[in-house]
């Protein structure tokens, strides 16, 4: 087999770039996305940096539980926007063309299926769904009234995860993948501490709003600063926040979306802080019989530099790729193939993009639903102590 050269699939890739970019500029010529965003804390923040980054976009509304994140958000954006308390207030307001959705995790699926009701194309980030009955509620609302729904797995717009897929996987080169090793180790993220002060909650801060539709609990500043160590507020901790962008891109990868079954081992070893969710997990999902993929994730080695990769052994080489870059090594030796990374804003541009010229996302709510799902299926085989196999009610 011939190998295509790096240039030929860079000029490839640039010249698609650029005219999909075009064709949108055409379609929305003079048309500036006019946006409101439920959720500004941290990650909120980076995806109103990502959105004013990407360009086209005027701010209408900030909306939050906590009016101390509020005033922070419409700092950020540094120009005058309305500060609300209650989402759906958001999403009444007819001026507002599309949300970005960066709440907890429980919240995500709700205010997505709410939003597309009230006729707004949607940013939501990942998981989409805290439980697996969730999906298909978001995927009918998003069809049924034809809404943009962007899923915030942004590795499928970057440019060398795109670059990566055309060169070895299209083109066949990389050869039967029977074995996918994710990782990602380290992650500091998932031992966030309260900061001080916390103890008493904030008298600006809406509990009830923040625990959604979530029993009602006491105030709990561990669970609104620590999330990932808790179920109810996340999805698994460590699985729907890292592993859910991992086996996304094996799915994107090599057209799959459901594995047939999972089994997994972990707990709780070094941190009994009153968190439910593991701090060490491994996940292996069968895929249909000829392929394994697995997963490990720890925070016991948090002095340690955090480590993530996606490993793909195939008949014709080895895989290895993520934020970084990628690098191919060929079966029997020959010149290995690398590349660097490249910007996370092109998937926020990939989004606005699309609400203009009205094409489909890179990953919308089908390829967001199934991505969670092989955390939640693998999240139910650790919590039952036993394998688990594919239900077909989960389907979409």
């Not at 993220?189 to 008298?203: A, D, F, I, N, S």
């Not at 979530?214 to 698994?236: C, E, V």
Request: charged share 25%; net charge positive.
């Amino acid at each position: 087999m011939t190998r295509p050269s790096r240039r030929t699939f860079l000029r490839a890739t640039t010249t698609a770039s650029v005219s999909a970019a075009s064709t949108a500029r055409v379609a929305g010529a003079n048309q500036r996305v006019r946006l409101g965003i439920i959720g500004t804390g941290g990650r909120g923040s980076h995806l109103v940096r990502m959105a004013q980054k990407a360009g086209g976009v005027e701010w209408a509304a900030v909306c939050d539980a906590w009016d101390q994140r509020r005033d922070q958000g419409a700092r950020l954006i540094g120009a005058p926007v309305d500060k609300l308390a209650d989402y759906r207030a958001l999403l009444d307001r007819k001026d507002i063309d599309a949300v970005i959705v960066a709440t907890l995790d429980h919240l995500h699926s709700r205010m997505t299926a709410d939003a597309c009701r009230a006729g707004k194309d949607v940013f939501v980030e990942k998981p989409m769904t805290s439980l697996p009955e969730q999906g298909r509620d978001v995927v009918r609302a998003a069809k049924e009234h034809g809404r943009i729904v962007q899923v915030g797995v942004q590795q499928r717009s970057m440019a060398h995860f795109i670059e990566a897929k055309q060169r070895f996987f299209d083109t066949g080169l990389i050869g039967q993948v029977t074995m996918v090793r994710t990782l990602w180790n380290a992650n500091g993220g998932y031992l966030t501490p309260v900061p001080p002060g916390m103890e008493r909650k904030p008298e600006g801060l809406d509990w009830n709003a923040v625990l959604g539709w979530l029993p009602r609990i006491p105030w709990d500043p561990k669970r609104y600063f620590n999330r990932f160590a808790y179920w109810d507020f996340s999805t698994g901790g460590q699985t729907g926040g890292l592993f859910v962008h991992m086996v996304d891109v094996v799915h994107w990868f090599l057209g799959i979306d459901r594995p047939r079954s999972a089994v997994a081992m972990g707990g709780i070893y070094r941190y009994p802080d009153g968190r439910d969710t593991p701090d060490n997990i491994n996940f292996l999902l069968d895929y249909g019989g000829r392929l394994n993929v697995s997963f490990e994730a720890t925070i016991t080695d948090l002095l340690a530099k955090e480590s993530a990769d996606i490993v793909f052994f195939g008949s014709g080489g080895r895989l290895n790729i993520f934020r970084y870059g990628y690098r191919f090594l060929p079966a029997g030796g020959g010149e290995e193939i690398t590349a660097g990374p490249s910007p996370e804003v092109a998937h926020m541009a990939n989004w606005l993009d699309c609400i203009r010229s009205r094409r489909q996302p890179n990953a919308g709510p089908s390829d967001g639903h199934y991505s969670a799902m092989a955390c939640h299926i693998g999240n139910l085989a650790y919590r039952r102590r036993q394998r688990v196999d594919w239900s077909a009610e989960w389907n979409v």
